[in-house]
């Protein structure tokens, strides 16, 4: 497996469910992110981890929950999520937690029913 | 707060018929901008990196340029698997994170 990996690619959840999106890189990198994309709008920056270490929390609800056991895996765990949310999660990661050059997954495509 | 504007939102072109898509943007002190192209389904995938007025960067059919206020993406001479979103992004002043506009959908058509 080269570049970023996600899974699962599409996920319907329900408003009570409880899920969760992996993301693994396999570039090197260090710093790894969580993008949110919905249409018609700009990609969102979610969560931004630096070694590890979560370095910026872009006032997401407390619904979605990151953890980054390591710099090749990062994960978003969702729970009570709303209808509005559903959209393109992307993972990306880059070289250092500095940004520059993101290199993305495929996504997963969440439906909230 | 660092704005990004891209025009058109949408643009359809024949074969072989070369255009440009805009990317303006207001940001104090720019570190970089970046053009990502977007297939239906997929994650963004990186083309250029630019840094400073006047820096020009060619990728196949792509030459990406970059001034004090905007970037131009300039197509020539467009095939059919050109077509994409193609997304811009800037990275200004301490901040780590890139801003991003909302994206050019391009469709090349035979």
């Known amino acids: 497996e080269t570049g970023v990996t996600q899974t699962p690619r599409h996920l319907v959840m329900g408003m009570t469910n409880k899920k969760s999106l992996k993301c693994e890189q396999h570039l090197g990198h260090n710093a790894m992110y969580w993008y949110k994309q919905s249409a018609k709008k700009p990609l969102e920056l979610m969560f931004v981890?630096?070694?590890?270490?979560?370095?910026e929390n872009n006032s997401v609800p407390s619904r979605f929950s990151p953890e980054c056991p390591n710099s090749s895996h990062l994960f978003l765990h969702l729970h009570t999520l709303q209808p509005e949310d559903s959209a393109l999660y992307l993972c990306?990661?880059?070289?250092?937690?500095?940004?520059?050059?993101?290199?993305f997954g495929n996504g997963t495509r969440l439906t909230v029913t | 707060e660092d704005q990004v504007t891209q025009s058109p939102e949408a643009l359809r072109l024949q074969e072989g018929e070369s255009s440009s898509l805009n990317c303006s943007y207001t940001v104090s002190g720019l570190r970089g901008l970046f053009w990502y192209r977007q297939d239906p389904g997929k994650g963004p995938e990186f083309l250029f990196t630019l840094y400073s007025a006047g820096e020009e960067k060619e990728k196949e059919r792509l030459k990406a340029t970059l001034t004090k206020k905007e970037s131009f993406l300039h197509i020539t001479a467009p095939k059919p698997e050109d077509s994409a979103t193609y997304l811009c992004a800037v990275q200004a002043g301490t901040a780590s994170k890139l801003t991003f506009g909302t994206g050019t959908r391009l469709q090349v058509t035979l």
């Open positions: 990306a990661s880059s070289q250092d937690g500095r940004g520059g050059t993101l290199h």
């Open positions: 981890y630096n070694f590890k270490e979560q370095t």
